[in-house]
């Protein structure tokens, strides 16, 4: 059984920056594709960053893309979130997620059905 734990979340102003980290347990990271997904209030669980288990493949949803930066340490079996340039549309609940069925690949990254294991989750606000 897998457990993921996110920390880094918190307070910023816009133009900021935060690194979310996520520790997993009960498995290996670097035989998994790792997700970040986020949600705000009223709105539906979107994507924001995946890192492919090969290591190599990184994908990010258009809206964070130049501000956000996926990364995985294998040795602490921990995925990371660089996030810079934060905006007020950027505040959501963040979540990592992990595939350890093999299933993410090019196609299907950004759909949170990939996914099989989840994060409770760490708050980032950004003030304006």
């Known amino acids: 059984q897998v457990q993921l734990v996110e920390s880094g979340g918190g307070l910023v102003q816009a133009g900021g920056s935060l690194r979310l980290s996520c520790l997993a347990s009960?498995?290996?990271?670097?035989?998994?594709?790792m997700g970040w997904f986020r949600q705000a209030p009223g709105k539906e669980r979107e994507f924001v960053a995946a890192i492919h288990r090969n290591g190599g493949s990184t994908y990010y949803a258009d809206s964070v893309k130049g501000r956000f930066t996926i990364s995985r340490d294998n040795a602490k079996n921990t995925v990371y979130l660089q996030m810079n340039s934060l905006e007020p549309e950027d505040t959501a609940v963040y979540y990592c997620?992990?595939?350890?069925?093999?299933?993410?690949?090019?196609?299907?990254?950004?759909?949170?059905?990939?996914?099989?294991?989840w994060g409770q989750g760490t708050q980032v606000t950004v003030s304006s």
């Open positions: 997620a992990a595939d350890t069925n093999g299933s993410v690949y090019s196609k299907n990254y950004n759909l949170a059905y990939s996914y099989d294991y």
């Open positions: 009960g498995g290996t990271i670097r035989r998994y594709t």
